[in-house]
């Protein structure tokens, strides 16, 4: 029974939430298995718009169970949060429909203070969820974990074996120490709402696996933006790849049947770090008003560009990605010519793979192929032929240059803005892909 993930292949907000939603409607259970709130999925469905930071962007399709994986750092207070909006626009959730790991770490206040302090001082643009600093704690092995939640002596003791690692770090950055009294009586609060959802959720995915259940992994941010595959330093704290679907779930990697690559029709970007097709002028403008490219969790308008197919080859390698979303296309009506990234020129070389590190892509210059641009509106396109010519012709080209098919062509925000070619859920069964 196919096990999907679905992974960003540029460096996130490339329209995952739309996808997932489409696809949630297929699968039994919803994953996520990576980052925390930095993450902004969002959904407009039948006008209504959705942001969803942890939750899974399936909780609104009845009867789908929605897991929080243990790779995943959860922040109590967004998440809780987030379930009270839910609740308020109809959509209750109980534990019999959401899942959280207790193995997942904890985002406390004070890893949000750090991240801020740290950004104000020489920042990379993080969007100052406390990302970072929790992923850190959780490898330095003093992080708190959900399930400790559950055992307030223990709780306390890790508290406090924090405070004493972390001390000589806050007391520069903040000027004070953690306040464990504070924290411990918040924690209890947030624990009596949490509790109904804290599970071993590796071990209810291997039961739903072995049931045949359909499962499908939502991937937060981009493959750009993992920590190992990503323009480091210019990237988030955690494994944004697919094969970060086993460890921050729990399931080994022969049960993944098929990964979705996620890819806008063009490239944006937030926060620090090279870009190379990066677009600061009218183009690029045109672009973040008509894509409406303002970041989902924190607002900061997005960085736009031409479509870099050497980035998302990179992703297509990393991921082993076998069928990709081609998302806002729509976004591109009105200009022309359009550009395609093929290869780039690195001090004076040509080259067709993604560099390592953030110091070398800085130096690349993108190598452009042209095509035609188009006028039409293509919103109400549900068909490839219902495209203009010229449309058609770009996703055609962009199929040959990347070498893997599109199942779903995504010509506006609406759950019914889309061009569905394929199922991927059926890809594999069909023998369509290898
Ligand atoms: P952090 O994940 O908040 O630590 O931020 C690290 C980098 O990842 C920054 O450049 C952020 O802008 C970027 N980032 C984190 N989450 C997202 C996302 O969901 N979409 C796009 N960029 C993100």
Redesign the pocket.
Known sequence: MPCLVVV?AQ???EGKGKVIDLLASKADVIVRFQ??S???HTLVIKGQKFIFHLIPSGILHKGKKCVIGNGVVVDPEVLVEELDSLRERGYPVGGDRLLLSEAAHLVLPYHKAI?RAREEKRG??????G??PAYEDKVARVGIRVGDLLHEEILRSKLQRLLETRAPYTRDLLGEDIRVEDLFRDLLRYRERLRPFITNTSLFLARALKEGKRVLFEG???TL?DVDHGTYP?????NTVAGGACCGAGIGPTQIDLVLGVAKAYTT?????PFPTELTDQVGHYLRERGGEY????G?PRRCGWFDAVVVRHAIRVNDIGALALTKLDTLTGLDPIRICTSYLLDGEKVEEFPDGAELVARCRPIYEEMEGWREEIRGARSLDDLPRAARRYVERLEEILGVPFSIISVGAEREETILLRDPFEERAQGLLR
């Not at 210019?234 to 955690?238: A, N, W």
């Not at 970007?269 to 770090?273: A, F, L, S, Y």
């Not at 970041?295 to 924190?298: K, Q």
């Open positions: 960003g460096w996130g907000d980052g925390g930095n993450a902004g991240d990379i643009g993080t969007t100052r969820r990302i970072g937060a941010q981009g933006l210019y990237v988030t704290s955690s970007r937030v926060g620090e770090g970041g989902a969790t924190t900061r």
